[in-house]
Antibody, heavy 117, light 108 residues
């Protein structure tokens, strides 16, 4: 069974850095493109970043480009999101999501990032 | 950016009734549209992809239709557990996918 599990969310001060992790089970990351999608408290869904199945193609939303970096480990079982220069508007639940035919398919339970002083 | 506009914002219906949710795109997305259900405190779940294809394990009472700019999610006979927020999503310019703002469905 394909499952993903996020971790690493925390309370962090503006300007700080944080790395989120997503552990894959039931598959390896080279089988799928992978997404990070976030949801601010009480708000809708926003695409953040995608890593292609090859591991070399990376894509970012305009609001995070230049600040966030998506990557995976060499064992192809963990996806990461390195977040730098964090802002209050980055406060959200961050979901790790597999990509199937271009659609977000299997979602984790999410990890909460709160940016506040 | 392709903007998706969902209507109505809130829908309140009784069990057994039929629900019709709409999603309109700011430009054609062909049939590259999906629907998601998000229950309170849970992650979204994929219901429909390719405008009309049910995802694995989704009950037959959920159906999708449309192409181009106008799409509909229909729930043929509401169950109490269908209470949720429903989002549409386009993948026409993957990976820069966008979501609608959501329709809240309340079951009386």
């Amino acid at each position: 069974e394909v499952q993903v599990l996020e971790s690493g969310g925390a309370l962090i001060q503006p300007g700080g850095s944080l790395r989120l992790s997503c552990a894959a089970s039931g598959f390896t990351l080279n089988n799928y493109a992978m997404n990070w999608i976030r949801q601010a408290p009480g708000k809708g869904l926003e695409w953040v970043s995608t890593l292609g199945s090859s591991g070399s193609d990376t894509y970012y939303g305009d609001s995070v480009k230049g600040r966030f970096t998506i990557s995976r480990d060499s064992s192809r079982t963990t996806l990461y999101l390195q977040m730098n220069s964090l802002r209050a508007e980055d406060t959200a639940v961050y979901y790790c999501v597999t990509d199937a035919r271009g659609y977000p398919d299997q979602w984790g339970q999410g990890t909460l990032v709160t940016v506040s002083s | 950016e392709i903007v998706l506009t969902q209507s109505p914002a809130t829908l309140s219906l009784s069990p057994g009734e039929r629900a019709t949710l709409s999603c309109r795109a700011s430009q054609s997305v062909s049939t590259y549209l999906a629907w998601f259900q998000q229950k309170s405190g849970q992650a979204p779940r994929l219901l429909i992809y390719g405008a009309s294809n049910r995802a694995t394990g989704i009950p037959a009472r959920f159906s999708g239709s449309g192409s181009g700019t106008d799409f509909t999610l229909t729930i043929s006979s509401l169950e109490p557990e269908d209470s949720a927020i429903y989002y549409c999503q386009q993948r026409s310019n993957w990976p820069r996918v966008t979501f609608g703002q959501g329709t809240r469905l309340e079951i009386k």
